[in-house]
């Protein structure tokens, strides 16, 4: 069930209607969010709901085990829970994400040995949003371990792992922001409802007409076959991946926060316009801010961090963004993705330490120049569907030749579209909320419905999945 569709409309006004109605009653709301979210994941593949339960049984049954154990008489204890439950969580996402890469990349090596025979390739159906809901849980029970969070009841790990609204591609929640919400009955003001009409708008028209047009038109042929296009549709393409993927993402980031704040509750931002980072570490504390923070706190920091030394460090930003960029999926692509952020991480890091005192700063627009060209460069493989293809593409732009087909007016207004929308002045939404909120609430809702009848009169036929609901 996808959010820019007239099924999900009306799924959301049948569970907005029934969780309101329930007053004061805060555990039958709980349940009816419960009920209503696995509805939405099922609506997709029934199957899977159980794994989306099993998931969350895992983590609370856990948790609960660790916080029983006293901290200091039972540290060991703890800790062996701990990392069992990280073993369970990691093995349940490896088999059904890694299982069938791993099993292809053996197979030419066993033959190459001479034990010519077919290895077990399952086709495994991968679940959406896995990854999501997996790193969600497991960052709760590791909090639980750490002190940091009590062991909370089944329903609410259950509601934490499995609510709608950021259930397939976040943003990952942690359960110190959410559970403390889940145990009061939630409020919403004029101020909040009208933020979230406006982002759910917002993020509609991002994805509807920005992300889509762009995949449709521009970047999907060209990334179907980069031999048959010269190096300026190459490059267009690349730069227009760039505002679809941050369109597409943070349209969903817009759309889930706007809908979890219309039934009461805050979601963190996601996206904090990471194309203006003058450097990589600034990007990553712009882009997929839940994400980044998840590997930083459950990753960099148990590796170590930045203790230990320079190449220590560099070591564990290197390991923490291959592993971040094999999260993504079973691709060489994507593990090159991240290797390439982590040797630029490094590279920073190292020329902070070795830089010859009063050596003069870069322009900060030089920075956001080259910062967003690497970015551009990543994207390139996170995008390619093969390592052949990426280098491939690259060696297209590289070759200045061919003729200009796909730079189109509409193309070129669509980029430019998507980065006046990332580039605008970050208050420009809380004004217009402000603006909002004043309009008496028929007229509001009548606003409201006329932006997204005219939104949905000009968006390209059908609507495509998220881009990170592959992952």
């Not at 009955?185 to 028209?205: C, D, E, S």
């Amino acid at each position: 069930m996808l959010f820019p569709t007239l099924t999900f409309g009306l799924f959301f006004l049948v569970v907005y209607t029934l969780v309101w109605s329930t007053g004061r009653h805060n555990e039958w709301r709980k349940i009816l969010l419960l009920v209503a979210s696995w509805i939405f994941y099922g609506a997709w593949d029934w199957r899977f709901v159980t794994l989306l339960i099993g998931s969350a049984f895992l983590n609370w049954g856990l948790a609960r085990l660790i916080d029983r154990f006293d901290p200091e008489e039972d540290a060991p204890h703890r800790k062996s829970l701990m990392i069992i439950g990280v073993i369970a969580n990691l093995s349940i996402l490896g088999f059904f994400k890694y299982f069938d890469f791993f099993i292809g990349e053996l197979a030419p090596i066993v033959t190459a040995w001479g034990f010519a025979r077919d290895l077990p390739l399952l086709q495994i159906v991968l679940p959406i949003g896995i990854s999501f809901f997996t790193f969600q849980g497991m960052s709760y029970m590791i909090d639980v371990w750490r002190g940091r969070v009590k062991a909370a009841s089944l329903l609410d790990i259950t509601l934490l792992m499995s609510f709608f609204p950021h259930l397939v591609a976040g943003p990952i929640v942690r359960a110190s922001h959410l559970i403390p919400q889940f145990r009061e009955t939630p409020k919403v003001n004029r101020g909040m409802m009208a933020m979230a009409l406006l982002l759910i708008v917002w993020g509609l028209f991002k994805k509807a007409v920005i992300a889509s047009e762009l995949a449709t038109r521009l970047v999907d042929p060209v990334f179907f076959d980069p031999s048959a296009y010269g190096s300026l549709d190459l490059l267009f393409a690349a730069y227009g991946y760039a505002v679809q993927i941050y369109c597409d993402f943070s349209a969903y980031s817009d759309m889930a926060i706007g809908l979890a704040a219309l039934l009461g509750y805050r979601f963190p931002r996601n996206f904090e316009q990471p194309y203006r980072a003058a450097s990589l570490q600034e990007f990553w504390r712009r882009w997929h801010m839940s994400l980044s923070s998840w590997l930083r706190d459950y990753l960099y920091i148990g590796l170590g961090g930045n203790r230990g030394g320079l190449m220590f460090l560099c070591r564990n930003l290197m390991i923490t963004m291959l592993l971040g960029g094999i999260w993504h999926g079973a691709k060489w692509t994507f593990l090159i993705w991240g290797g390439l952020h982590g040797v630029v991480l490094a590279a920073e890091r190292i020329w902070r330490d070795v830089k010859p005192e009063g050596w003069p700063m870069l322009p900060r627009w030089i920075g956001i120049f080259i910062t967003f060209h690497i970015v551009v460069l990543g994207w390139i493989f996170f995008r390619s569907e093969s390592f052949d293809g990426a280098i491939s593409y690259i060696a297209g732009i590289a070759s200045w030749g061919g003729t200009a087909t796909m730079i189109t007016p509409l193309g070129l207004a669509l980029v430019v579209l998507g980065l006046e929308m990332h580039f605008m002045p970050p208050q420009i939404m809380p004004a217009l909320a402000l603006r909002l909120r004043r309009i008496p609430a028929p007229a509001m809702g009548l606003l409201v419905g006329m932006a997204i009848l005219l939104i949905d009169s000009m968006r390209y036929e059908g609507v495509a999945p998220f881009i990170y609901y592959q992952f």
